[in-house]
């Protein structure tokens, strides 16, 4: 076998045995339901809509829905079909790793076969989580790898080209790819001034002209709008600088051998004989401030893991540059092993602990279980109510629970993900990266989620309600939701369940009345916030004059 055979099979190796272990730690993540649910109503001809007549984009992966979407058609699993995606762009990675930090050796190390990115990516526990949870985040990672690595030795107007197709798929894969995009076109321009040629802009620019803006064109005549619905939700708009950096440097205080990365990454430009490492410096930092700047996210390490191969591609630059290559391979064992070893933050990995600043590690969230109990309590609710209009406002780790009810409305309710109002309310205080929003950030969002759209059920307990009024608490399965809009054909349904526990409000009303007459006048003060709840679910939606009368004739003559 020849050299050059042997490496290859060594890196194929390394990306089977990635793939492996991803899918020996796979899980599926609650927000990839939401793109599930899009992508459903796409393949079932009610177009990329949440809930069918409303235009809102929901999702902020436009290529992962469609893959998903297409899977449907073909009679495919999406959930099993986006796990073994990300996991085939894990395996992917590998080898465009490698591949990347070849082309930013240094001169004259042509000849080494030093995989220590490679190694690095593949043992790297967070980028084998989010392979198999369903999300676009490997996509994303991989195509960010492979603008690097055209980029590291591009001069022609083709080798821009070729950057530039990859900037448009990781565009439509995630927002953030555009700024990717910004950055890639970044380094075509310094290209241009210095080779003193139009040819890189130009190369850069012809695809985005092309590809680019006839997206942006269609999301604009689809959804009205040039930014995805979810932009507006998280308040990317809003600098959010001290979450930003707590969040990034939780993240490398995690893996600690990214910080000799990242002072590799800003260092290298300014060594002798490190070619187009400055390539690789304005993605990193480009790409990390931006995080920054929006606060990070509330997964942990998420939003740091399309940088995370750049940053081993340093190392491994710095590696090659500076040691022997007996060293070389020693740094590369210490790589291996503080990356597999040296990555454990414990105070993320326990359901039900408090989070530092609300970050998570997600798949620790979302145990075997407890995402079959989520997703068996949906699947129920979706017998009980098949056929009726009942419609829902769900909160976080819900949306699975959606996705299997099938219900015919659902509003995101913490973020406003779904929901063009809620999105763009004025943000008073920031909190918690991505959950700022939503039905209970102001009156007016509350008011609107529980009389403009009609929710029926919140799926989840509301304590400042049900601790006072337990006839509101319905409980299934498990879970406490709670009644904000009575429905008697839904209702009945839900009630002659022996699964579900649920308070006839009609029955429980006319007991109510029934029994006001041997009422002291010294309730007079909690009758009135009866009546007040009683209007609030009840009453402003049925004109019952025969059940509200009594009531307000008993305040009259008690106050």
């Not at 495919?76 to 990300?86: E, M, S, T, Y």
């Not at 130009?202 to 803006?213: I, N, T």
């Not at 932009?231 to 950096?245: E, I, L, N, T, V």
């Not at 990193?284 to 939003?303: E, P, Q």
Request: aromatic share 12%.
């Amino acid at each position: 076998m020849s050299p050059r055979a042997g490496r290859a099979l060594a890196i194929a190796a390394l990306a089977v045995g990635a793939m492996v272990w991803a899918w020996s730690r796979a899980w599926v993540c609650d927000d990839a339901f939401i793109t599930w649910r899009y992508a459903e109503n796409l393949g079932n001809g009610l177009g990329a809509v949440y809930n069918a007549g409303e235009r809102v984009e929901g999702y902020s992966n436009p290529s992962w829905m469609l893959l998903a979407a297409l899977a449907i058609r073909l009679g495919l699993d999406p959930v099993a079909f986006g796990q073994w995606l990300g996991i085939v762009c894990y395996g992917a990675l590998v080898p465009a790793t490698a591949w990347a930090a070849q082309r930013f050796r240094p001169d004259g190390a042509a000849a080494a076969f030093l995989p220590l990115a490679a190694v690095g990516v593949a043992l790297h526990r967070h980028l084998c989580d989010f392979a198999s949870c369903g999300l676009e985040t490997l996509g994303f990672v991989l195509l960010v790898t492979l603008i690097a690595g055209v980029l590291a030795r591009a001069r022609s107007a083709g080798d821009f080209m070729t950057a530039s197709v990859f900037t448009v798929l990781a565009a439509v894969t995630r927002p953030d790819g555009a700024l990717v995009g910004a950055l890639a076109g970044l380094v075509a321009v310094i290209a241009s001034v210095r080779q003193r040629s139009l040819g890189p802009v130009v190369g850069f620019a012809l695809p985005g002209f092309l590809l680019f803006l006839p997206f942006l064109a269609w999301r604009w005549l689809y959804y009205d709008d040039l930014l995805p619905n979810t932009f507006y939700a998280k308040s990317a708009y809003d600098p959010y600088g001290s979450r930003g950096w707590f969040y990034v440097r939780l993240y490398l205080s995690a893996y600690y051998v990214l910080w000799p990365a990242l002072a590799a990454v800003l260092a290298l430009p300014f060594v002798r004989g490190c070619g187009s490492v400055w390539r690789l410096a304005v993605l990193v930092s480009g790409y990390l401030a931006f995080v920054v700047w929006v606060g990070g996210d509330f997964m942990f390490a998420r939003f740091c893991l399309p940088v995370t191969p750049l940053c081993y591609i340093a190392l491994e630059v710095a590696a090659r540059r500076f040691l022997p290559l007996r060293a070389g391979w020693g740094a590369l064992a210490v790589v291996a092993a503080t990356t597999l070893v040296l990555h454990e933050r414990a105070d993320l990995c326990i359901p039900g602990r408090p989070l530092p600043e609300g970050i998570a590690d997600e798949r620790a969230q979302y145990p075997p279980q407890r995402t079959a109990a989520i997703r068996a309590a949906g699947r129920r609710l979706g017998e009980l109510t098949r056929g009726t209009d009942l419609r829902v406002a769900f909160s976080g780790t819900q949306a699975m629970l959606i996705y299997d009810a099938k219900v015919s409305y659902a509003l995101e309710a913490v973020t406003g993900l779904t929901d063009r109002f809620l999105a763009r309310q004025e943000l008073a205080v920031r909190g918690h990266v991505g959950h700022e929003k939503g039905i209970f950030s102001s009156d007016a969002a509350r008011e609107y989620a529980l009389r403009s759209q009609g929710v029926h059920l919140l799926l989840f307990d509301w304590p400042q309600w049900t601790a006072k009024f337990p006839f509101l608490k319905v409980a299934m399965a498990g879970f406490d939701f709670t009644l904000v809009r009575w429905d008697r054909e839904i209702m009945s349904r839900l009630i002659a369940a022996p699964d579900v526990a649920a308070v006839d409000l009609e029955r429980y009303l006319d007991d109510y009345v029934a029994a006001l007459p041997q009422r002291p006048r010294s309730d007079a003060a909690e009758v009135a916030i009866d009546l007040a709840a009683f209007e609030f679910v009840y009453f402003r939606w049925h004109d019952d004059a025969a059940r509200k009368q009594p009531i307000v004739r008993w305040l009259a003559e008690h106050r």
